[in-house]
């Protein structure tokens, strides 16, 4: 006779191949997306080989071997004023649809948040598509979840720069100018070179145009069409005047027919031109996990959509 699946009875684990298509069995209905359930299933044992040892798909598993529920681990930092502080991403949390409500999914908040803890994390952070009010009772926090957009016609018109592809070999310099763009706000995502290819095909973008202000390459925009509203995933140009990137924008989004522009708005950019409201998913929530590290206040942090998980 099988025993009554409680949190007690079950053990966290890290999954292997045959634990991870059974989480992506269990999944698939919930985070599929509008995709057939073989690309969905492809997508993630690609994103789990790509993350490499940055990623380990956990679950927490009863004595004869079931999945009760699962959670991805990503191997992450913040950077907060400069300082790195190493911190655990947390990513799809799932409960089995006929094992919800017995407390499972705060049992592997809190395993995951004491494996954590044992292996040296001080923080953790996760984006929550749920009520943040079920991750605060482990003690997580809510950071800035705002999005803008605008008719195109809004952007500033001119003077912009002129923008030429990014290749594999700019990354390094790409990754320089955000790391500098970074530091002028006192909080966000460290980017490891994994961390930073796997985020642009993992939210599809992988459209990165250096901009070049004569012959002085000066930064790079990443932007991608959503429909026929020009995304703007991110960009980084130390120095250089916003409104000459808001119209390096424009006249993208002009080329390519979009009607609206927007994105994940990082407080430090609102601007006039731009429309806000609260996003409802993706919401950035972090937590200590050592009495001696303070993160910032919700006020001083941005989550880049690049890093959303
Ligand atoms: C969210 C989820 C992990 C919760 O797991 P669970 O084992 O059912 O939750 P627990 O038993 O630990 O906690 C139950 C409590 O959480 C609350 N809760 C459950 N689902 C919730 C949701 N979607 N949003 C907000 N609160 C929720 C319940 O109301 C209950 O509150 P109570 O204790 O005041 O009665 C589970 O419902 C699930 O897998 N959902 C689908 C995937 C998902 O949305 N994951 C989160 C992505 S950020």
């Given amino acids: 006779m099988h025993r009554p ?29 509008g995709r057939a359930e073989e690309p969905y299933v492809q997508r993630v044992l690609s994103a789990v080989e790509r993350m490499g040892s940055e990623m380990r798909y956990m679950g927490l598993v009863s004595e004869d071997g079931a999945l009760a529920a699962s959670a991805r ?9 400069g ?9 799809a949390v799932y409960v089995r649809d006929d094992l919800r409500g017995r407390g499972i999914g705060a049992a592997l908040i809190e395993r ?6 044992a292996r040296g994390y001080q923080s ?26 605008a008719p195109v016609g809004s952007l500033p018109a001119s003077p912009g720069l002129a923008i030429r592809r990014a290749r594999p070999s700019d ?7 955000h790391r500098a763009a970074a530091l002028v706000q006192p909080m966000g995502v460290t980017r490891t070179p994994v961390w930073w290819d796997f985020f642009r095909w993992w939210r599809g973008a992988p459209d990165d145009y250096i901009l070049c202000d004569g012959s002085r390459e000066v ?3 990443n932007v991608g069409m959503d429909q026929t509203c020009l995304r703007v995933h991110e960009w980084a140009a130390p120095g250089v005047e916003p409104s000459r990137i808001w119209a390096t924008i424009r006249a993208r989004a002009a080329d390519l027919r979009a009607d609206r522009v927007g994105g994940w708005l990082r407080p430090d950019r609102r601007t006039g031109f731009m429309n806000v409201e609260a996003r409802s998913g ?14 910032p206040e919700p006020s001083e942090a941005f989550f880049d959509e690049l890093d959303h998980f």
């Fill in 5 to 33: 699946i409680t949190p007690d009875a079950l053990r966290l684990t890290v999954l292997d191949e045959s634990g991870v298509l059974e989480a992506c069995r269990q999944t698939y209905r919930f985070w599929h997306q």
């Fill in 73 to 81: 681990a990503l191997d992450g930092g913040i950077e907060c004023n």
């Fill in 171 to 177: 990354r390094e310099r790409l990754r320089d100018w």
């Fill in 124 to 149: 953790a952070f996760l984006f929550s598509d749920i009520a943040p009010a079920y991750y605060a009772r482990h003690g997580f926090r809510e950071y800035p979840a705002l999005d803008w957009s």
């Fill in 83 to 91: 300082v790195r502080i190493r911190s655990m991403g947390i990513a």
């Fill in 282 to 295: 993706a919401i950035p929530m972090a937590v200590s996990l050592q009495p001696d590290i303070a993160l």
């Fill in 219 to 221: 930064g790079y925009v």
């Fill in 112 to 117: 995951l948040l004491a494996d954590a803890r």
